[in-house]
T-cell receptor, first 109, second 113 residues
């Protein structure tokens, strides 16, 4: 079945760039999503990319998609303490969106 | 303001008791979902519903039950048959079938002792 993998932790200094990576096995999704979860809260859609795109930029966020390697990444420029959260890569497929385990981003002041 | 509400935020129960988690949405979404989140794991789908009076088992439905009598409401009952019920439970909704994004509620943390 489909599988989505992410590393569990990332620590960066405030002002640096953060890069969160995701690899997946199923490539039939029309969109690929990044969700953000702040402590004790639900998930919110952060950004997404169409499967026919290689890159999408949205202010401080850059999403890169390498379909050949089935690799998705999220880059956060000028990372702030408010970016501390868990970031989930998600691939929708029918009614069953497959979520990665989430990468917990720690931002050190 | 449209959104999804879950109540309560924190819930404590004794082992052997059934407990029902509430999920309500006013987004006029057809589809609703229940997920379970455990530390270090992704979201695991418990049940989902595409329309009123219809629901389907997800990947970890054993020990859980749901109903969908109204479009706005999708309550989840955690029964005493669920072996490890302590977890963070998230409800979500979407306009319809993927690839539409899912909108999440704030979650209910259930602790069973």
């Amino acid at each position: 079945g489909e599988d989505v993998e992410q590393s569990l932790f990332l620590s960066v200094r405030e002002g640096d760039s953060s890069v969160i990576n995701c690899t997946y096995t199923d490539s039939s999704s029309t969109y690929l999503y990044w969700y953000k979860q702040e402590p004790g809260a639900g998930l919110q859609l952060l950004t997404y990319i169409f499967s026919n795109m290689d890159m999408k930029q949205d202010q401080r966020l850059t999403v890169l998609l390498n379909k050949k390697d089935k690799h998705l990444s999220l880059r956060i420029a000028d990372t702030q303490t408010g970016d501390s959260a868990i970031y989930f890569c998600a691939l929708p497929g029918g009614f069953k969106t497959i979520f990665g385990a989430g990468t917990r981003l720690f931002v050190k002041a | 303001d449209g959104g999804i509400t879950q109540s309560p935020k924190y819930l404590f129960r004794k082992e052997g008791q059934n407990v029902t988690l509430s999920c309500e949405q006013n987004l006029n979404h057809d589809a609703m979902y229940w997920y379970r989140q455990d530390p270090g794991q992704g979201l695991r789908l418990i049940y989902y519903s595409q329309i009123v009076n219809d629901f389907q088992k997800g990947d970890i439905a054993e020990g859980y039950s749901v109903s969908r009598e109204k479009k706005e409401s999708f309550p989840l009952t955690v029964t005493s048959a669920q072996k490890n019920p302590t977890a963070f439970y998230l409800c979500a909704s979407s306009i319809g079938q993927n690839p539409y994004e899912q909108y999440f509620g704030p979650g209910t943390r259930l602790t069973v002792t």
